[in-house]
T-cell receptor
């Protein structure tokens, strides 16, 4: 039962262009969402988050959009850089499930110079 | 200095053995976790400890026993290892509940291979 889905296992983007990573969720009780970035042989690192009371959060080149009615969020990276090449995990939680974070399977992003 | 450190990074062992993975965080956090990344790359929570007390135990076989001697350490002991236990295990920590918006910091992972 995948409560958090990332349907694209991989994505290739040209340097300087926009990267859009998508995430869908099924649990309407989720109220906090995050994106983590993971390089090979390293642990995931926090990238950006969004609360369900917002529909957009921006941090430099990274913007996360949340569409609650569609149960969909997306991460936009613009402009994309080769150093952004990594696996990106979408994650979600609900306040009633203390610390129970559900991660998606990840999308591997390759930014081509 | 690594904020969340776990050892060993790589472990190859035979079925039936007992092994431990150690985890330490120097961030002063009060909550620690163990996650398992399976063959399908899903990161799934196994355990969560807050101030040395077990908060989450996610239907993990009782061959897996976490031990938290203090707030800064959460070790994972696995008895009678099985082939299906082969995975990458990530330790993590946060200050307070993740669900309240606190960031989880992950260790680099421990690659366990059971042969």
């Amino acid at each position: 039962d995948q409560q958090v889905k990332q349907n694209s296992p991989s994505l290739s983007v040209q340097e300087g262009r926009i990267s859009i990573l998508n995430c869908d969720y099924t649990n309407s009780m989720f109220d906090y969402f995050l994106w983590y970035k993971k390089y090979p042989a390293e642990g995931p690192t926090f990238l950006i988050s969004i609360s369900s009371i917002k529909d957009k959060n921006e941090d430099g080149r990274f913007t996360v959009f949340l569409n609650k009615s569609a149960k969909h969020l997306s991460l936009h990276i613009v402009p994309s850089q080769p150093g952004d090449s990594a696996v990106y995990f979408c994650a979600a939680s609900e306040k009633t499930s203390y610390d129970k974070v559900i991660f998606g399977p990840g999308t591997s992003l390759s930014v081509i110079p | 200095d690594t904020a969340v450190s776990q050892t060993p990074k790589y472990l190859v062992t035979q079925m039936g053995n007992d092994k431990s993975i150690k985890c330490e965080q120097n961030l002063g956090h009060d909550t620690m976790y163990w996650y398992k990344q399976d063959s399908k790359k899903f990161l799934k929570i196994m355990f969560s400890y807050n101030n040395k007390e077990l908060i989450i135990n996610e239907t993990v076989p009782n061959r897996f026993s976490p031990k938290s001697p203090d707030k800064a350490h959460l070790n994972l002991h696995i008895n009678s290892l099985e082939l299906g236990d082969s995975a990458v295990y990530f330790c993590a920590s946060s200050q307070g509940s993740f669900a309240s918006g606190n960031t989880i910091y992950f260790g680099e992972g421990s690659w366990l291979t059971v042969v």
